[in-house]
């Protein structure tokens, strides 16, 4: 039984690793472009006012992170790796409240979602 939930995982993080390869990539890239600027933007600022860019700095560190954390998370949540005493076991698809929750923390996801694909329209329609 052991094999069988082994090869199990190992075909579920093939296909997971899989579609993370494209779509992750397709986040990273406009959220480097977005970081990125906004990061140079602060030090601009930061150099006219004398003060620390640490923030954007911090922001466009997590974002270099984002695309291998990916595969990481992949890896440790199927593998036993990930720390399972912080999962939320209790979510309830029956508990509005859960859904309620559920879709206001899918709201960044959301607007991330809407600038990449400005960002791919932008850079299709820029080099047609």
Do not use: C
Not at 77 to 89: A, H
């Amino acid at each position: 039984m052991d094999t069988l939930i082994f090869t199990i995982k190992v075909l579920i993080s093939v296909f997971v690793t899989i579609v993370w390869t494209v779509v992750g990539f397709l986040f990273w890239i406009p959220m480097l472009f977005r970081v990125t600027a906004v990061f140079a933007a602060a030090v601009v600022i930061a150099a006219l006012r004398d003060e620390n860019p640490a923030a954007a700095a911090a922001a466009l560190e997590d974002a270099i992170r984002f695309y291998p954390a990916g595969f990481v998370s992949i890896q440790s949540t199927l593998f036993g790796t990930l720390d399972r005493s912080r999962r939320n076991s209790s979510f309830d698809p029956s508990d509005s409240k859960d859904w309620s929750q559920l879709v206001i923390e899918l709201l960044p996801v959301l607007g991330h979602a809407v600038f990449t694909t400005a960002f791919w329209v932008a850079v299709i329609w820029f080099f047609r």
